[in-house]
Structure formats: structure tokens, C-alpha cells
């Protein structure tokens, strides 16, 4: 697995534990966020990498700040 994998891979993991932690639906982050279900899906389980824009809309629907996030996946690689 390439770095960039790795780092979505890491960025996914992280946006997963938020929704776990928060209890959040996956059908209701995806209404929050403005993504189809099935594509917030793709990104929470890492099938897809996560654009930016999508990224941002999905930590702005969780409350969380993204470069907290970002800095947590970093230390996991």
C-alpha cells in the first residue's frame, strides 16, 4: 500500500471512530453532509479516497475540526 492509501486508509479510520463515538447514523451524517448514503459509505469503510471538499462537508456534519483529525491520522502512519 502506497503512502497516500495509507493516509486515507488512517482518515477514514479516524472519521469512523468520530461517528462511533458520536453515535451518529450513517444515514443521518450523509443528510448532514449533503453525500448519498452509499458514497459517505465508500469513504467511512475506504473504498474511495475522500476528496477534500467531501472531507470538509463531513467533519463540518460531525462538529469536529478537520485539522485535528488530519493530525491524529498522520500520527497512526
Do not use: W
Not at 502506497?2 to 479510520?13: F, G, P, T, V
Not at 444515514?27 to 467511512?44: D, H, I, M, P, Q
Amino acid at each position: 500500500m502506497d503512502d497516500e492509501s495509507k493516509a486515507s486508509q488512517s482518515i477514514a479510520a479516524q472519521l469512523r471512530a468520530v461517528v462511533a463515538v458520536k453515535g451518529v447514523l450513517k444515514k443521518e451524517l450523509a443528510e448532514r453532509s449533503g453525500l448519498a448514503v452509499n458514497t459517505l459509505s465508500r469513504y467511512l469503510n475506504g473504498h474511495r479516497d475522500i476528496p477534500v471538499s467531501a472531507f470538509m462537508q463531513i467533519c463540518q456534519a460531525l462538529d469536529i475540526d478537520p485539522g485535528a483529525l488530519l493530525n491524529k491520522a498522520a500520527k497512526d502512519l
